[in-house]
């Protein structure tokens, strides 16, 4: 009898704070900020894709964790795979949209960026960001409700420029090699970097065409000879065939010629997985490493966060970082507009990213961000380090117009 | 239990839909089609839009691989023909009901001079030549920039039907279904007809064929512009669904997914061309969402399970290819003798 009357005690309990705990429930949902996301988490981009996930959504725990939220809201991040797949991740989006109406929105390529523009603009409720650095996305008329979290492939491209510039000696300019791949990734800048090194006086002296990942790359590599460039300057893949091209211009006897990269090839583990190659490799990174945290403290907070979060990860990739900042943006603009009492529509929410024309991100960057083009528009030139397996800054911060 | 058709008229012989209870299947069918966007939300509709679009694009390589047994591994590039020409037309001010079937002949046109070779050559041979049509209109989408807008792409001004914008999803779910049960229509007629028997007859021997007086040449050459024409509808349709078009969207990896919806459906049926096209572009779906499920429960459960989605994807084609060979349609054709026969056994 006493069981009994335990159990239907338990049963009410039980029932009371159910039907207490819906409705806070439903109420925390209400007051949570969502933060949508379709990262590619398979497919061709997942190398980067499960950092890019995490770094967005550990900063959503993180801020929850330390500051309760955004504006005393706590953030949810919600987010499921597009393997890298326009349709998918547009799914996704449709999806997310549909169920949680997020606010913000963080999409997985150039190609969804540029369909989800259409349907954003209609909606006019949502800021997005992505892992593309297409020039033609840094621009707040055509796409306005659309940042990234970085300089434009073209920006980069120019840093390298600026660099190879100042590296000039004895009033002789140092020679240029442009290698890129066929595709809209690697095509992008090229224009630009023409048109900039032109503008700097430097020499382009070959420009290679390649098919992304391509093995055989011995036809190039005697062009390349023939040309002796000092800077070779890579873009539009992530690790082949640059390997390849360096490994067979060394055997050549371009000992001196430096080889460059741009953001998706200047991760650790690409230049690990370079091998003795790898050794000089240099490149243009929007972000500090992670273990360059003095004066940046929330390059700090980021490692000991993804540290406890994540013991298995074996290191803070700069996709982990790049998503991180993301973060930071959406809550710091999602902020902005509460605070100012504004709804977050995608009016507002543009006008609070343009807000942001000095924005401390904790030594994230090296500058302050200015948000106003949509673009962070300044990076650092680095130089791998062989023997510590680290990248070492070999330029001060580079700031593009 | 069913006992059998009894047709009393050359009219009755000839419908589509012999039997009351076929008739009133169709018709709820027909009903649950329209009201499907009012009730399924933008997400579902999204979906349904887009597995309409592979259906059409499925059933044109149907056409020349499940019934005129003629393989393809160009499809994709057909296309993507019809997708930019559909683009360039609308950017010229065309409508839409004009730019779609243009789009569809002049991919059309391109499968009539890829097919070319197929009198000469047959089974991986003309694979190997359609895949190199497949290259060959890739590079022409990268490179002819100021019909394609190279590699960025082209953007494509939203539809308009009778000065109705057919901009949303709601409304192009509509035209979609509309613009797929007529061309299903008329892919089921077509095998009604001397030319739709003649694409039979050579699928299952060419030699034979000919001896019957049916011009191969002729034919084989019709089974490519046919399915090519379909596939130019699609990619049209696709075009103005997403209104952005990069060269990316119509790889060789689109012409592979479009083969697997036929085999894991079933050649040389149009119903197996529905199921296998709902299923490659849904199961995936459904599998999301299972994983999503699953991320509530378990931390990182996102990261951990979203490659082994991947992985059962491949295994469910796998599986269905050694257990039902003939594809999706043997197991609707087996439900349905279940029902018809009930309650004796089968």
């Known amino acids: ?401 | 239990m069913r006992i059998g058709d009894f047709r009393s008229s050359y009219a009755h012989d000839e419908a589509l839909l012999v039997t009351p209870v076929q008739r009133a299947w169709m018709l709820a069918f027909v009903l649950a089609l329209a009201a499907f966007p009012w009730v399924g939300g933008t997400y579902l509709t999204y979906l349904a839009c887009l597995t309409g679009i592979h259906v059409i694009a499925a059933m044109g390589l149907n056409l020349v691989t499940g019934y005129a047994g003629q393989i393809s591994l160009g499809h994709a590039a057909f296309m993507g023909v019809g997708c930019y020409t559909a683009a360039w037309l609308a950017n010229h001010g065309v409508p839409f009901f004009i730019a779609l079937p243009l789009a569809g002949t002049m991919s059309a046109l391109a499968g009539l001079v890829v097919g070319i070779p197929s009198l000469r050559i047959k089974g991986l041979y003309l694979a190997v030549a359609t895949l190199a049509a497949q290259f060959i209109l890739s590079f022409v989408f990268r490179e002819w920039e100021p019909v394609t807008g190279g590699v960025r792409g082209v953007n494509i001004e939203a539809a308009q039907l009778f000065g109705l914008s057919l901009g949303s999803d709601r409304a192009m779910y509509y035209v979609v279904v509309v613009t797929a049960g007529l061309m299903l229509l008329a892919a089921r007629n077509l095998f009604r007809t001397r030319v739709g028997r003649a694409f039979i007859a050579i699928r299952d021997k060419d030699i034979s064929a000919e001896v019957l007086g049916i011009d191969l040449f002729r034919t084989k050459l019709l089974a490519f512009a046919l399915g090519s024409f379909y596939a130019g509808v699609a990619g049209a349709l696709m075009g103005y669904f997403f209104r952005v078009i990069t060269p990316e969207h119509f790889s060789l990896g689109l012409s592979i997914f479009y083969l697997a919806a036929i085999i894991v459906g079933g050649m040389g049926t149009l119903l197996g061309t529905i199921l296998g096209a709902a299923f490659m572009a849904l199961v995936p779906e459904v599998l999301r969402g299972a994983v999503s499920l699953l991320s509530g429960v378990a931390p990182n459960a996102m990261a951990l399970l979203s490659p082994v989605r991947e992985i059962v994807f491949g295994a469910l084609i796998v599986g269905f290819l050694i257990f039902e060979p003939h594809g999706l349609i043997e197991i609707w054709r087996r439900v349905r003798r279940f029902f018809h026969l009930w309650p004796f056994k089968t």
């Open chain 1, 1 to 401: 009898m006493t069981t009994r009357r335990h159990a239907l005690k338990a049963s009410a309990a039980l029932a009371s704070l159910s039907a207490l705990g819906m409705p806070l429930r439903a109420l925390a949902q209400g007051n949570e900020l969502v933060v949508g996301a379709a990262p590619p988490i398979t497919g061709v981009f997942a190398f980067a894709g499960v950092g890019l996930n995490a770094g967005v959504g550990d900063y959503c725990e993180w801020r929850n964790e330390t500051q309760g939220g955004v504006a005393g809201r706590r953030l949810r991040y919600i987010s499921e795979d597009s393997a890298y797949k326009m349709d998918q991740a547009m799914a996704v989006f449709k999806k997310l949209m549909a169920a949680h109406k997020p606010p913000v929105f963080y999409g997985d390529s150039t190609a969804w960026a540029k369909a989800a523009a259409v349907e954003v603009s209609k909606l006019g409720s949502t800021m997005t960001a992505a892992p593309s650095y297409a020039s033609e996305l840094a621009d707040p008329k055509k796409v306005p409700y659309y940042f990234m979290a970085g300089p434009t492939y073209a920006a980069m491209v120019q840093m390298l420029l600026t660099y190879i510039n100042s590296q000039g000696k004895g009033g002789k300019k140092p020679t240029v090699a442009l290698v890129y791949s066929d595709t809209e990734f690697g095509r992008d800048p090229i224009a630009a970097a023409k048109e900039s090194a032109q503008k700097l006086g430097l020499e382009v002296v070959q420009e290679i065409v390649t098919k992304p990942g391509s093995a055989d790359v011995s036809a190039e590599v005697a062009r390349l000879r023939r040309a002796r460039p000092d800077y070779v300057i890579f873009h539009g893949y992530v690790l082949a065939p640059i390997p390849e091209f360096m490994r067979q211009l060394r055997e050549a006897g371009l000992t001196n010629t430096r080889f460059m990269g741009t953001i998706w090839s200047m991760d650790k583990a690409s230049a690990d997985a370079m091998g003795p190659v790898a050794d000089g490799w240099m490149g243009v990174m929007p972000y500090r490493y992670a273990h360059d945290t003095e004066g940046a403290p929330m390059m700090k907070a980021m490692n000991d966060f993804a540290r406890k979060r994540r013991p298995e990860m074996p290191y803070t990739s700069t996709f982990y970082t790049h998503g991180w900042l993301v973060g930071m943006t959406f809550a710091e603009i999602m902020e902005r507009c509460l605070k100012a009492n504004k709804p977050l529509t995608g009016d507002n929410m543009k006008a609070a990213l343009e807000s942001l024309t000095n924005w401390d991100t904790g030594g994230i960057t090296g500058h302050a961000v200015d948000y106003r083009g949509h673009q962070i528009a300044a990076g650092r030139i680095y130089r791998y380090d062989l023997g510590k397996k680290l990248y070492e800054p070999a330029s001060d911060w580079i700031k593009t117009v």
